[in-house]
Every structure is written in structure tokens, then in C-alpha cells.
């Protein structure tokens, strides 16, 4: 499979502000708060052929090999902090119906940020914010999609056979970047939309706490029931489902 490098020049192609390209990083994530920091106008895309310590959440580490998928980077600068609160969600729900068509399955999403193609994972999303004093300053959105499943992750999803990189980013980005300009929490019909792709709605759950997972709240906390008949809503740490290893 061919695979070649995105000129910086083809950034209004995909809806960017610039496309800073790079063959190698340690992680695209690192390199994109560097710019961010030093001005970089939201819009900017860090890509990357191949990370060597590309991160997920919780320190987790992603496999990020040449020519295997998407590994790339938005930075982002917006105005509401309470966006920003449900961002992965919002970002997850977006991507979903935006790689639909370049997946053998429909995509269904598992709180607060991966995608999975069946019982393989296909991406994950990680949102980190900055401040300055009181006030938001930018958002790096980092994000990996796999295009062939991973040797050493055999139990991942990929998109289908022969899908160039070109075809993810030009059905990624103006996905994420609309979803980066919504306001507020989720919306009822977001809400809607989450629940018809919820891989976990109505599973028994181990992680965070143990119970059967009922949906997503509108400020994005995760819903258990416990065993006792309360709902809990669970702002933070990751889902498992009973019978799931770690993903």
C-alpha cells in the first residue's frame, strides 16, 4: 500500500487553518500543546505517519505504526467551558456518523471516548484543556484511528480494507470541527443519537462502579443503577463492561 506524505499546502482541503506534517513524533498530542502555546491559531492539525509514544487516556499507550491509521492532533480554542465538559462525547458521536460509511459495521460508541466497529475497538479520543489564570485557553484533541487492526491488539476493529488516510481525514476533520464549535451541554437530540450507538446502555458494568449502565446524562456523567435501585451519575474514570478486559 502506497502511503504518502500531506503537504502543509492541502490544509483548506480538510477544513484546517494549517496541517503541520510530520513523518516521526513521540506524540502528536505533545507537539500540538507546544504550538498551541507558542500561538498556534485553532484549526492547527499535527499528523503523523508513525508516534513511537502515542497516549490515550489514563497514560494508556496506543499502537501508532507506519501506514496503520490516523494518528493526528486538533488544536482547538474555545469560548465555553461547559462544551468542553461533554467534548469527548460530542467528538465520539461525530466521528460515528462520519466513518459509518468507511466501516463493514455500524460504529457504536463506549463512554467517555472510544469507538468500537463490533467488539473491536476502531479510535479513541483524548481532549486535554489549558487555562491562562480563569480563562480557557485551547484544546488539543488527540486522536487515533486504526486502518489495519494491530498485530499486538488482535482484538481491535479497523476501517475496511484499502481506506487511505486522505478518505479518514477528509470525513474526520469537518466533523470534529463542527462539533468543537457547538456550545452548551448535550442537546436532547445528541442525547438520542448517543443512545442508539451506546454499546453499553443497559449491560451490567464493573468499572467505575459496579451496576447496569443506563445511559448519558446531558452534562455527560455516565449513568449506573446500583444494585439497590439508584442511579448514579459517574463523572470520571473508565467504563468496563462484566466479561470485558481492559480496553
Do not use: Y
Request: proline share 5%; net charge neutral; aromatic share 4%.
Amino acid at each position: 500500500m502506497s502511503f504518502h506524505p500531506i503537504a502543509p499546502s492541502r490544509a483548506a482541503e480538510f477544513g484546517l487553518t494549517a496541517l503541520v506534517h510530520h513523518e516521526r513524533v513521540s506524540s502528536t498530542m505533545d507537539l500540538a500543546h507546544e504550538l498551541a502555546r507558542a500561538g498556534a491559531a485553532a484549526g492547527t492539525l499535527v499528523i503523523a505517519d508513525q508516534q513511537t509514544v502515542g497516549r490515550g487516556r489514563n497514560g494508556r499507550h496506543w499502537a501508532s505504526a507506519p501506514e496503520a491509521g490516523l494518528w493526528m492532533t486538533l488544536i482547538e480554542r474555545p469560548t465555553d467551558p461547559q462544551a468542553v465538559e461533554v467534548l469527548a462525547l460530542r467528538l465520539g458521536l461525530a466521528l460515528a456518523q462520519a466513518l459509518d460509511a468507511l466501516t463493514v459495521s455500524p460504529i457504536t460508541l463506549k463512554w467517555p471516548n472510544d469507538l468500537f466497529v463490533g467488539d473491536g475497538k476502531l479510535a479513541g479520543i483524548l481532549v486535554e484543556a489549558r487555562w491562562r489564570d480563569a480563562r480557557l485557553d485551547w484544546v488539543a484533541i488527540g486522536i487515533g484511528v486504526n486502518r489495519r487492526v494491530p498485530p499486538e491488539f488482535p482484538q481491535a476493529a479497523a476501517v475496511r480494507s484499502g481506506v487511505p488516510r486522505e478518505a479518514l481525514l477528509l470525513a474526520a476533520v469537518p466533523a470534529m470541527r463542527a462539533a468543537c464549535r457547538a456550545t452548551g451541554w448535550l442537546s436532547s437530540s445528541e442525547r438520542t443519537a448517543w443512545e442508539q450507538r451506546d454499546r453499553a446502555r443497559g449491560c451490567q458494568v464493573v468499572q467505575p462502579m459496579e451496576g447496569v449502565a443506563t445511559g448519558v446524562r446531558d452534562d455527560g456523567a455516565l449513568l449506573v443503577r446500583a444494585a439497590d435501585g439508584v442511579t448514579h451519575a459517574v463523572r470520571s474514570g473508565s467504563l468496563r463492561l462484566a466479561g470485558e478486559s481492559g480496553n
